[in-house]
């Protein structure tokens, strides 16, 4: 079955600067790769998507690149504020698993100001 | 509209006893699904439901049952709770015409 691996699992950046994590993941017949933020106390939230025929995809200060070769895709923010410190999740969707999600375990991004 | 729903927000059990989660959405969305979520190891997948009246087995279901009697609602039963299902629980619906799932708050379950 689908394996979603994340990196790193802490992440600590100055405001203002980029942050980036990424994401493995095992089944090439993965199509829809999602990330959400879960802030505390709360359950997730989509803030962006891919799908496999799209290489990348933005949404003013966030981005997601994704490369179907090496199985991995990424997540982009720049210019963190504080309000973006939150735990990010993100997924992959096999095309035989019912557009079910297999989640990566997660990493805890803190924006120090 | 108030989403997507979860009864109750905490709860404490001993090892043995039953309960029951309440998942309620108001957005008439087919699928539904219930996560639990650990420490480092993400959401995983326990039941899911692609309509009113279905439910089908996900990544962990061993020790959880699930029923879909009404479309607005999934219920997640606990029949005799071990300290392993110590966790936090996330109930998610979608419709049926878009990838995205909108979440409920969680549970916070205790097994002592």
């Known amino acids: 079955g689908e394996n979603v691996e994340q990196h790193p699992s802490t992440l600590s950046v100055q405001e203002g600067d980029s942050a980036v994590i990424k994401c493995t993941y095992s089944?090439?017949?993965?199509?829809?790769f999602p990330w959400y933020k879960q802030e505390l106390g709360k359950g997730p939230q989509l803030i962006i998507d891919?799908?496999?025929?799209?290489g990348e995809k933005k949404d003013q200060r966030i981005a997601v690149t994704l490369n179907k070769t090496a199985k991995h895709f990424s997540l982009h923010i720049t210019e963190t504020q504080p309000e973006d410190s939150a735990v990010y999740f993100c997924?992959?969707?096999?095309?035989?698993?019912?557009?079910?999600?297999?989640f990566g375990p997660g990493t805890r991004l803190s924006v120090l100001p | 509209n108030a989403g997507v729903t979860q009864t109750p927000k905490f709860r404490v059990l001993k090892t043995g006893q039953s309960m029951t989660l309440l998942c309620a959405q108001d957005?008439?969305?087919?699928?539904m699904y219930w996560y639990r979520q650990d420490p480092g190891m993400g959401l995983r997948l326990i039941h899911y439901s692609v309509g009113e009246g279905t439910t089908a087995k996900g990544e962990v279901p061993d020790g959880y049952n699930v029923s879909r009697l009404k479309k607005q609602n999934f219920l997640l039963g606990l029949e005799s709770a071990a300290p392993s299902q110590t966790s936090v629980y996330f109930c998610?619906?979608?419709?049926?015409?878009?990838?995205?799932?909108?979440f409920g708050p969680g549970t916070r379950l205790t097994v002592l």
């Open positions: 891919i799908r496999s025929n799209v």
């Open positions: 997924a992959a969707s096999p095309n035989n698993y019912g557009q079910n999600f297999v």
């Open positions: 957005m008439n969305h087919e699928y």
């Open positions: 998610a619906s979608r419709s049926g015409r878009d990838h995205e799932q909108f």
């Open positions: 089944d090439s017949a993965s199509n829809y």
